[in-house]
């Protein structure tokens, strides 16, 4: 395959997995505000969109937050260069780059999800419309990782896809964790005070991760329990030990269709041995904030070897 | 339906119905006008989610348009078609032959058949390939060849298309459509399948492959990229092909073959299906400042070991100059007449044809030589008196410039309305393949249909249409 084509296959589904954890993290903050007050709510805005990354953008055109502003920003600001919408105009222009690349079925995933979320978000999006909005985000990655696994030859396009997808979601949830490690940070402040269990959940619903949480622990939420699930479980989908373990499979197998191993490959050995057998305490021992910002790094050493050693790029 | 002074193909001046349509018509007469309706616009849909689009330039967005699509098919009968196919193997064979002659002995010239200045004054005559015989002889691999039709019997070539001819992508994904609305319609009718065709070009080009191809050759598609108009087409056919979609950027010389960037490293290329204008071709060769093409391709090419299809320099059988010498040039050949008739054609070079073209100006279809897509045309009936001075004034200052033809009747079909059927002028692209041994004809093409009443431009551009062809089996 085409070093470009690569390319594009890679960050279409980067772009992808963006647009979807976009949307799980609205979700999160759509529901917390529907819950609280007013002023709690306010805040609960601004928490989602410093956790999106988007503080100093959505500063810069408003002064208030309400939920509103805070979906139209993130859903459809034109001045917003990583809005959802203009995430949606990479995944098509990368599949339209890739469309050799890709089977029908996928195309047609991501086109028709393409003109349906372009045309639902071509007008602003009131309180009526933004959770069909936000479903609607959700299931084109839905549709289009299953058109993937279902119509895809095993062979390089399918491995490209699936590292960008990882990539992409190891990163997403490594950050959003890290803007949450204030909560996460178990500190004598919180130990017997009543913490607030909804900024808790907050944190579990913004990588989909309640439902799943609360059943593996009974409904106890605690710091350690949480960061525990985000960081190291493995049955989690969303988490990053998971994130990591489907990235490494997917390196491994383009390693064995070409039959040499690069430096991503390296990397991903590297990053393994310094993840294998850490417990939740070797975390907390060195620092959440630390170890997230290491592990993000690491992330995006890998995602730029992959287009060295698959040569992405001229 | 009322007679008109236009030709009918699906219905006889009395209303009846031509043999070609009979079964068709049955089938129609049985279907709910609900249903039908409801298939019209679904027809659309259809297209909208498998990105059947095109890039329509000058407009302010990069905008994806759909082509409309008709469906009420055109249908050829099996005779018709082998009567066609006859005709058409003969005019591409010579044009194949003019191209070698053109650029060795120009014996074609020497015999005083057509005058030098027809082509050392044609911007597409590229002087880099004087002398030089491409891999197997062959320099229009693929070849579009516009048809028209007037009558029962008569058929005429409207245009010859041996740059890049395109609109085949139509043809497939129109039939594709047609199978997915109405399967029981294809159960009832036989018609002669057109889906291998990405199968036969495969096959076609890599029979031109270079001698240095070793195995199962290579081949590429060469796009622009995803802001041409019929990016589209390129992606559909190489993912058709099993050819790699390239651009320049993906592409450099490594000694001495033109390679490809892969995820394994610069691998080579066989043969180029190129999909860009020669002048885009190589910027040491022809414009510096191309950032589509490769740099030293033109060296490659001519020392044999890559294809290029179509042949650079093949530009020049587009030309309407050339055009109006084929019968010339099919007889020099071929040594047979003409299977297939010219529109009779006024060169504007010559002042006796001039002075008619400007008397009889509102009457005539006048065409700029080297203009394609329908732009830059006057339609004499259909201008008014503003736009016929104006044309005039330009006949006059570049004479050389233009070629006139009478307005043809071209002949209808019928398309689907809310109000029921209504007959639309169109004409027919087959998609022709040469090989050095074999010119293959896929039976069927793109039919293109004006969807405005009365219209004769069916360019999609101005607004044309296209229908899925049939060529019905024995």
């Not at chain 1, 989602?48 to 988007?54: F, S």
């Not at chain 1, 139209?72 to 034109?78: A, G, I, Q, S």
């Not at chain 2, 616009?41 to 000058?58: C, H, K, M, P, Q």
């Not at chain 2, 302010?60 to 098919?73: G, H, Q, S, T, W």
Request: aromatic share 10%; net charge negative.
């Amino acid at each position: 395959m085409l070093g470009r084509t690569a390319n594009s296959l890679f960050w279409m589904f980067r772009y992808l997995e963006r647009a979807e954890n976009t949307a799980r993290l609205l979700d999160a903050g759509l529901r917390m505000a529907l819950t609280r007050d007013s002023v709690s709510a306010e805040e609960e805005w601004r928490s989602v969109i410093e956790t999106a990354g988007h503080r100093r953008g959505y500063e810069a055109k408003h002064a208030t937050y309400t939920g509103m502003q805070a979906w139209n920003y993130m859903l459809r600001d034109k001045d917003n260069s990583a809005s959802v919408l203009n995430t949606f105009q990479q995944i098509r222009s990368n599949a339209r780059e890739a469309r050799s690349a890709i089977t029908s079925e996928v195309w047609e995933a991501v086109n028709d999800s393409w003109l349906q979320i372009k045309d639902m978000l071509a007008r602003p999006v009131g309180e009526q419309r933004v959770g069909e909005v936000l479903t609607a985000v959700r299931r084109a990655g839905t549709l289009a990782h299953g058109a993937v696994l279902g119509s895809m030859l095993r062979e390089e396009g399918f491995h490209f896809a699936w590292a960008g997808t990882f990539i992409e979601r190891a990163d997403n949830i490594a950050r959003i964790m890290d803007i949450k490690y204030y909560l996460l940070l178990p500190s004598l402040s919180y130990v017997g005070s009543s913490m607030d269990t909804g900024q808790w959940d907050m944190v579990l619903r913004s990588v989909s991760g309640d439902s799943a949480y609360r059943w593996l622990n009974a409904g106890q939420i605690d710091a350690r329990g949480i960061v525990n699930f985000l960081v190291l479980d493995e049955r989690f989908p969303r988490s990053l030990a998971y994130s990591h373990a489907a990235l490494r499979e997917n390196l491994a197998a383009l390693a064995r269709i070409h039959g040499i191993e690069g430096t991503s490959n390296e990397l991903m050995r590297e990053s393994d041995m310094r993840l294998s057998g850490l417990s939740i305490e070797d975390v907390f021992d060195k620092g959440l904030h630390k170890f997230l910002t290491d592990f993000t790094a690491a992330n995006s050493s890998i995602a730029q070897a992959i287009g060295q050693d698959y040569r992405f790029l001229a | 339906m009322a007679a008109s002074e236009f030709f009918d193909e699906m219905h006889k001046p009395d209303g009846s119905v031509r043999d070609a349509y009979s079964g068709y018509q049955k089938w129609y007469g049985e279907q709910e006008k609900s249903f039908l309706k409801r298939k019209h616009r679904d027809a659309e849909n259809a297209f909208r989610r498998t990105g059947i689009t095109f890039n329509v330039y000058g407009e302010d967005e990069a905008e994806e348009r759909l082509i409309p699509f008709d469906m009420v098919p055109r249908i050829i009968t099996a005779h018709e078609w082998r009567k066609l196919t006859k005709g058409i193997e003969q005019r591409v064979s010579a044009l194949n032959a003019f191209m070698h002659d053109l650029y060795h002995r120009q014996e074609i010239i020497r015999a005083g058949r057509v005058p030098e200045h027809l082509f050392r004054n044609n911007a597409a005559w590229l002087p880099d390939m004087v002398g030089f015989t491409p891999p197997g002889g062959v320099y229009t691999h693929i070849v579009g060849i516009d048809l028209v039709r007037t009558g029962p019997d008569e058929f005429y070539v409207l245009e010859d298309n041996a740059r890049t001819p395109s609109g085949v992508s139509y043809m497939l994904e129109n039939r594709e459509t047609m199978m997915a609305m109405f399967p029981e319609l294809f159960m009832r009718v036989p018609v002669e399948s057109v889906s291998n065709y990405p199968r036969r070009l495969a096959k076609s080009l890599a029979a031109c492959a270079p001698d240095c191809a070793e195995g199962r050759p290579v081949v590429a598609v060469l796009t622009p990229g995803i802001f041409n108009s019929a990016y589209f087409e390129h992606a559909f056919l190489a993912e058709q092909m099993g050819a790699e979609l390239v651009e320049g950027r993906d592409l450099r010389v490594v000694d001495g073959r033109v390679a490809m960037r892969t995820t394994w490293g610069y691998k080579p290329i066989d043969v180029i299906y190129r999909r860009v204008d020669d002048e885009y071709l190589d910027p040491l060769s022809f414009s510096p400042d191309s950032v589509l093409g490769v740099p030293g391709i033109m060296d490659v090419y001519r020392a044999g070991r890559v294809t290029i299809a179509n042949a650079p320099g093949t530009g020049v059988c587009d030309d309407k100059a050339i055009y109006s010498f084929m019968p010339e040039i099919v007889e020099f050949y071929t040594g047979e007449k003409p299977l297939l008739p010219n529109v009779q054609t006024w060169r504007c070079s010559d002042p006796d044809s001039l002075a008619y073209v400007l008397d009889n100006l509102s009457e005539l279809v006048v065409k700029e030589v080297h203009g394609s897509g329908g732009y830059g045309m006057l339609i004499g009936p259909a201008a008014s008196k503003r736009e016929l001075s104006d044309f005039a004034a330009k006949l006059r200052a570049h004479p050389e410039g233009y070629i006139a033809q009478p307005t043809l009747a071209l002949s209808t079909c019928p398309i689907f309305t809310n109000r029921g059927l209504a007959p639309r002028h169109l004409d027919l692209r087959p998609f022709v393949l040469v090989s050095p041994d074999k010119v293959d004809i896929t039976p069927g093409g793109l039919t293109r249909v004006a969807m405005k009443q009365g219209s004769l431009v069916v360019n999609s551009s101005q607004g044309g249409g296209t229908k899925d062809t049939w060529v019905l089996k024995d």
